[in-house]
């Protein structure tokens, strides 16, 4: 199995700021240390004319010249820097390349990702590029040239958005795209406090348990399915946010790390039985422990791995009516 990285790029950020910077690395040397069939790959950067695919001109180009304002530095959360830059750029290019492994192989993963509260025209909420809205542009661009430009044959694309915190700015971009199927999963009190409309919300009390979570999800699923009648999406983008978990420190849930490990496995119980490939994105991840966060993501990629193993997946059957 696959899976993309791109933790030698650690942004400089002020003492005492909240974002976990190691995580990622920490995960890679986890992975690297027990997982033998995961082959990991430095992922490359995204290019101006791709991340153009889902956001304006203005805000790459404000983004890659470091002419930022401080407003726009404090809704994003980091101070602008190269490395930030390089990062954001590599974090877009590894779910691109993940999302093109799970196209050839059924599963392709990456180590970060799940930047779901970048707008098309800005940041937010340590987001600085919606990867998972660039990738799915560009895979759909991709795959439509591939099939000779027919209408009937663009990519159909879900994404199962299970942060924590609500998708705000992957539903404000794919608004009106009726390729896209947007489901966010997340806490009704939590951040962002202005939500955007996906195809599907789901949200939960703070304290939520394992219980209600799994059958919410269970339901939530099954909508999914429905809304696509016989005609499954293509590819599914899941984010697997650690920040459900009971010891996370921005979550407000009460979800046990085997509850989260269960709502790994059926979803991708769920795509495999349906032939869709999954391209799987780390997201949200704040635990008071370090080390559980990345014991959490860890086990992610370890259901990953085991639905790669077993996965019925055709690559490339998924196609709009």
Known sequence: MQCFHSD?????????????MNKQ????????AEFAEV????????????????????????????????????????????????RSRRSVGATIAAARAALAEGIGAQLA???????????????????VAVAARLLQAQWHGAQGGAAASMLRVAVID??????????AIFRDDPTVFTLSLHGAKNFPARKETSNLDVEFPDGCTDAPYLAALDAALDALWAAHGDAPPGLVF???????YVGDRLGRLNLSAPAL??????VFSACRARGIPVAVTMAGGYGHSIDETVDIHFNTLREALSAWHGTNVQPGTGQAP
């Open 261 to 266: 490990a269960e709502r790994d496995r059926r």
């Open 8 to 20: 030698r790029y650690a942004v400089p950020l002020p003492a005492g700021h909240r974002f976990p």
């Open 25 to 32: 690395r920490l995960l890679h040397e986890r992975v690297a």
């Open 39 to 86: 082959v990991l790959r430095e992922a490359p950067a995204a290019t101006d004319g791709e991340l153009a695919l889902a956001h304006t001109p203005d805000w790459v180009s404000a983004v890659a010249s470091g002419t930022l304002s401080q407003v726009q530095q404090r809704e994003v959360g980091f101070p602008w820097s190269t490395a930030l830059v390089e």
């Open 238 to 244: 899941y984010l697997a946010g650690a920040d459900p």
């Open 113 to 131: 990702g799940g930047t779901h509260h970048a707008h098309a025209h800005k940041g937010a909420g340590w987001c600085v590029f919606n990867d």
């Open 162 to 171: 299970l942060d924590v915190h609500q998708g705000d700015g992957t539903a």
